[in-house]
């Protein structure tokens, strides 16, 4: 536990809020650095790949929202578990989350792999931005354990009053993301330049360095095998309503 859960139930609700909510805006707004950046340094490489960042957007977002809905949904029931005194019952429950978001992630991105190409062409009549949407989408959508696990163990930490590491590891991801994408979309000391696929991969990289940033501390073991049922189902009910 930290410094800030101990003021659960002790300090004014005020004061909690004041302290606990801007590290938690700050990665929600850090978080949508991410396209920000990558559509600033694709649009100066070429036309054609920001319309494609513009096509795979809507994508992202869905990805977002499955990943952080799922997290918040967790994040609630484990805090009202801790609320109550049921520290291990609230550490199965994130422990059931994990193997459950890679879940999530696998059909999400088999899916969108699946269907890229028909999206692209739905979506565009140009081959190069057809091209560029399969390429950048595919590697975006499929490639994001990171931003997946990140979420289930970010909002764990959360859950437990830590809310300054998940900001550290959404700054440090953002901040990757921003160093490796010029490097990677133009090229650089040998690097050759690799256009939309440098942006992709530069934003996959900030993502899993944000997840490892929160693994070490908001990593639960997995419960035994006879708990998943009643605890994913219970972890439904508390998630639905995130969504």
């Known amino acids: ?85 049921k520290t291990e019952t609230a550490n199965a429950y994130d422990g059931v989350g994990t193997p459950l978001i890679a879940a999530v992630w696998l059909l999400f991105a088999g899916i969108c792999w699946a269907i890229m190409p028909a999206y692209a062409a739905m979506s565009s009549d140009s081959a190069v931005v057809i091209r560029d949407v399969i390429l950048y989408g595919r590697i975006v959508c ?17 859950a437990e009053g830590n809310m300054k590491l998940p900001m550290c590891a959404q700054i440090l991801g953002a901040v990757t993301n921003i160093l490796l994408d010029p490097l990677l979309i133009f090229g650089w000391g040998g690097i050759p330049p690799l256009g939309i696929t440098g942006a992709a991969m530069a934003t996959v990289c900030g993502q899993v360095v944000a997840a490892a940033v929160v693994a070490p501390k908001g990593f639960r073991k997995s419960p035994p095998r006879n ?12 998630v639905c309503p995130t969504f």
């Open 1 to 85: 536990m930290t410094d800030t859960s101990h003021a659960f139930g002790t300090e004014k609700i005020g004061k909690i809020l004041l302290r606990i909510a801007p590290p938690v805006m700050l990665a929600q707004m850090i978080q949508a650095l991410y396209s920000i950046v990558d559509s600033l340094f694709v649009g100066r490489y070429a036309g054609s790949c920001l319309t494609a960042l513009s096509i795979v957007s809507p994508l992202q977002l869905l990805m977002i929202a499955l990943a952080v809905g799922l997290g918040v949904g967790i994040n609630t029931i484990i805090s009202a578990k801790l609320g109550v005194g």
């Open 227 to 238: 708990v998943y049922r009643h605890h994913i189902g219970q972890i439904s009910v508390w």
């Open 142 to 158: 499929v490639c994001s354990p990171g931003l997946f696990f990140e979420s289930i163990w970010a909002k764990t930490l959360q």
